[in-house]
T-cell receptor, first 114, second 116 residues
Framework: AQSVTQPDIHITVSEGASLELRCNYS??????LFWYVQSPGQGLQLLLK??????LVQGIKGFEAEFKRSQSSFNLRKPSVHWSDAAEYFC????????????FGAGTRLFVKA | GAVVSQHPSWVICKSGTSVKIECRSL??????MFWYRQFPKQSLMLMAT?????????EQGVEKDKFLINHASLTLSTLTVTSAHPEDSSFYIC????????????FGEGSRLTVL
């Protein structure tokens, strides 16, 4: 069965500092991988996704993620964090059957300090 | 991008009543929709997969009779919480796969249910 692990419950970074959010997955085949962001009390917004091809994917708001098959990881990065990036971040994995049933990690809450 | 709308955004009801939440895909057809439940400061828990024209597929541990799902058309799925109790209070989010098969999910705004 597919699963997603986000080992960090919360992370605090200073504004302007770099960010890396970790994500490990378990899936039998090549997964479809996603990062979503959620602001308090709202729905989810897609940051980026990986299906195939270039293992370094660029997303919105200056985020990028790298798919490393050997490590079963899909870590999210941003070179310089802005205060508005404070939110909950979810890594997700989907299979291409069943209408792309998607399983989410537990989430990592990002705090940004001035 | 594709738009998914949920209604109502929030609802307060008395214990024992039933509450219906609607999920609509506004500009695309959604053969499959998903219902998630999110507790405060926790992740999204997949409750069920809603298939147009057929019965929903529920995840293990989710009560079918408690959470009734109907997907009567390609643009509408409904979740009815029957005989709601305070422990059913939660944030319910629906999503739908776009019709281009890209795997991306488009999420509704979520519905916050509070059962008194």
């Amino acid at each position: 069965a597919q699963s997603v692990t986000q080992p960090d419950i919360h992370i605090t970074v200073s504004e302007g500092a770099s960010l890396e959010l970790r994500c490990n997955y378990s899936y039998g085949a090549t997964p479809y991988l996603f990062w979503y962001v959620q602001s308090p009390g709202q729905g989810l917004q897609l940051l980026l996704k990986y299906f195939s091809g270039d293992t370094l994917v660029q997303g919105i708001k200056g985020f990028e993620a790298e798919f490393k098959r050997s490590q079963s990881s899909f870590n999210l990065r941003k070179p310089s964090v802005h205060w508005s990036d404070a939110a909950e971040y979810f890594c997700a994995v989907a299979s291409n059957t069943g209408g792309f049933k998607t399983i989410f990690g537990a989430g990592t809450r990002l705090f940004v300090k001035a | 991008g594709a738009v998914v709308s949920q209604h109502p955004s929030w609802v307060i009801c008395k214990s024992g009543t039933s509450v219906k939440i609607e999920c609509r895909s506004l500009d695309f057809q959604a053969t499959t929709m998903f219902w998630y439940r999110q507790f405060p400061k926790q992740s999204l828990m997949l409750m069920a997969t809603s298939n147009e024209g057929s019965k929903a597929t529920y995840e293990q541990g989710v009560e079918k009779d408690k959470f009734l799902i109907n997907h009567a058309s390609l643009t509408l799925s409904t979740l009815t919480v029957t005989s709601a109790h305070p422990e059913d209070s939660s944030f319910y989010i629906c999503s739908a796969s776009g019709d281009r098969g890209t795997g991306e999910l488009f999420f509704g705004e979520g519905s916050r249910l509070t059962v008194l």
